[in-house]
Each structure stands twice: as C-alpha cells, then as structure tokens.
T-cell receptor
Framework: DTAVSQTPKYLVTQMGNDKSIKCEQN?????MYWYKQDSKKFLKIMFS???????INETVPNRFSPKSPDKAHLNLHINSLELGDSAVYFC??????????????FGPGTRLTVL | QQQVKQSPQSLIVQKGGISIINCAYE??????FPWYQQFPGKGPALLIA?????SEKKEGRFTISFNKSAKQFSLHIMDSQPGDSATYFC????????FGKGNQVVVIP
C-alpha cells in the first residue's frame, strides 16, 4: 500500500508545453505539499494545502498552479515549461501543520526534464 | 532566506565509525526538529525527530543531540554501515518545515 503516490515518475517534454503531475495520499492526512528538489538536492517548498485550502504559496512563477479537488489529492499543473523547471518534484502530506503533526510523508518524486 | 544551515556538506566515514552532521537554526520559537534520510531515486523519509524540551533522543544507532542555547541540533550515526549512505536533511519550523541543504554521507566498507 503506497502512502503517497505520484504520477508520472518521469516526465520528458519540450519547452513551452503544459504538463500536470498528480499526487494522492491514502494516509487520511489533512495537509499536502509540493516541493521542488534541484540538481544540488535543495528541497524548496512551493505550495501547501490544508483541507483543500491553500495555506502556503511561496514565490513561484504563476505558470505553476496547484489544485486540490479533495483532501487526498493535490495536483500540480505547469504552463509554458522552461528549461529551469527541470527538477524532481515531490508531493508530501502530513496530519497537520504544527509540531510533530508536521511529520511529512513524501512521495517517490516526479523527475521532470524540459528539453 | 535560509532558516537552517547544515554542516559539513559531505562526509565520508569508514564502516563502523561515527557519522556526525550538524544543523543550526535561527528562530527560537521553532518546536519540532526532524532529520530526514533520502536514498537516490527516492523521496525523503523521516529518520528521527526531537522536541525542544529534551536534549537527546536515541533510536537504534541514530541519536539526535539538541542544544537549545546554541540553537543547534546534530545527528549521530553510530556503527555506520554502507546502507546508511544517503543524503540527510535537517528541518525545523512551526507551521511549515524549512529544510537544510542536505549532507551527503558515504560509508565505505
């Protein structure tokens, strides 16, 4: 039973295209996140949703748009892909947002390559 | 703005040795201090975490030492094994986690 799953695992696309990454968690958690991990392994938070409500929206180009249809799903849509968007994108979830409730469970990642 | 700073950036340890990696944070209001472990091609996974009301927590070969006055916490890996070779991230925060840049640990046989 995969706790946090992401699809696809790999995504190779041309500059200028639009793509989506899907995330699902079966842990019953209230909070979900998107992180970007660059080639130097730096993990940067992009967005967070709590019960379908956006609570964290970091300085991310507005080409990136998250969408949470329900508590268990958080998708990421990227418009007009650029070379600099190439990275590994991780979805994560947690029970809540404070103290140990913030223990985050990560998905396996989606490696996005923009050519 | 980096809220947590890790050191050293990378570490090479002989099998059986002790790996020590450090994390410094800025905000004294933070109340949760986890270490995450990431293997190549996988997502980070929680390894061990500590709250600021204790100075040390041990789980198997992994120990967190917490120094509130110095605003530092460290991860000690005792009897390091080749299977411990991974990237380790410290993190902290209140309503969000800020991750450090990661320490790559390589344990050689």
């Amino acid at each position: 039973d995969t706790a946090v799953s992401q699809t696809p695992k790999y995504l190779v696309t041309q500059m200028g295209n639009d793509k989506s990454i899907k995330c699902e968690q079966n842990l019953g958690h209230d909070t979900m996140y998107w992180y970007k991990q660059d080639s130097k392994k730096f993990l940067k938070i992009m967005f967070s949703y709590n019960n379908k409500e956006l609570i964290i929206n970091e300085t991310v180009p507005n080409r990136f748009s998250p969408k949470s249809p329900d508590k268990a799903h958080l998708n990421l849509h990227i418009n007009s892909l650029e070379l600099g968007d190439s990275a590994v994108y991780f979805c994560a979830s947690s029970l809540g947002t404070s103290g140990s409730y913030n223990e985050q469970f990560f998905g396996p990642g989606t490696r996005l390559t923009v050519l | 703005q980096q809220q947590v700073k890790q050191s050293p950036q990378s570490l090479i340890v002989q099998k059986g040795g002790i790996s020590i990696i450090n994390c410094a944070y800025e905000n004294t209001a933070f109340d949760y201090f986890p270490w995450y472990q990431q293997f190549p091609g996988k997502g980070p996974a929680l390894l061990i975490a500590i709250r600021p009301d204790v100075s040390e927590k041990k789980e198997g070969r992994f120990t967190i030492s917490f120094n509130k006055s110095a605003k530092q916490f460290s991860l000690h890996i005792m009897d390091s094994q080749p299977g411990d070779s991974a990237t380790y991230f410290c993190a902290t925060g209140n309503n969000r986690l800020a991750f450090g840049k990661g320490n790559q640990v390589v344990v050689i046989p």
